[in-house]
């Protein structure tokens, strides 16, 4: 079974500029939650999606958004990037309320 | 709030048994689980515990929850190079489906 899918790897950015990362989750799962990991703050939850709607949602401003595909992928979108955006985000999926199994994440570096 | 504790750093001896420690704050954690990240990648599920249980032996991993001191280790036995790594300690909590982490523990394998 494959695991979970992020794209791309690696990102460059400028800042101002908007940036959509990608997650496929395991086949079957319905759940997809990201995270954000920095040096600084570690790993902080940005927002969980559950069959295309939005269950739960961390403490990030607005300009970070999501959405859930009929086929469980999600995406994850990030607009006028700043400096502090620069990050690993890690993409998680489940099955609804169980173990979260990640992909090996998209490092953003936003110059 | 909700807070995941651990130490940042442990250093063992090549064949050593390593121990990881733990504490939480909310004791509605449903699961409490054990990720391994290796540098530049994402992060891998090694074990998980239900909150109803004390003990659970997975191979050369043990994971030991004290719910009373709300505690969690993880044991390693025969510690090898190969589990170089940071080691993060998560709980997920009721029906709030993201996962609260602890900051790491950057497990040092000494020859």
């Known amino acids: 079974k494959a695991g979970v899918t992020q794209t791309p790897r690696y990102l460059i950015k400028t800042r101002g500029q908007q940036v959509t990362l990608s997650c496929s989750p395991i086949s079957g799962h319905r759940s997809v939650s990201w995270y954000q990991q920095t040096p600084g703050q570690g790993l902080q939850f940005l927002f969980e999606?559950?069959?295309?709607?939005?269950?739960n949602k961390g403490n990030f401003p607005g300009r970070f958004s999501g959405r859930q595909f009929s086929n469980s992928r999600s995406e994850m979108n990030v607009s006028t990037l700043e400096l502090g955006d620069s990050a690993l985000y890690l993409c998680a999926s489940s099955r609804g309320e169980d173990i979260q199994y990640f992909g090996a994440g998209t490092r953003l570096s936003v110059l | 709030g909700e807070d995941v504790e651990q130490s940042l750093f442990l250093s063992v001896r090549e064949g050593d048994s390593s121990v990881i420690n733990c504490t939480y704050t909310d004791s509605s954690s449903t699961y409490l689980y054990w990720y391994k990240q290796e540098p530049g990648a994402g992060l891998q599920l090694l074990t998980y515990i239900f909150s109803n249980m004390d003990m659970k032996q997975d191979q050369r991993l043990t994971v030991l929850l004290n719910k009373k001191d709300k505690h969690l280790s993880l044991r390693i036995a025969d510690t090898q190079t190969g589990d170089s790594a940071i080691y993060f300690c998560a709980e997920s909590i009721g029906s709030n489906y993201q996962l609260i982490w602890g900051a790491g523990t950057k497990l040092i394998i000494k020859p």
């Open positions: 999606y559950f069959s295309e709607t939005q269950r």
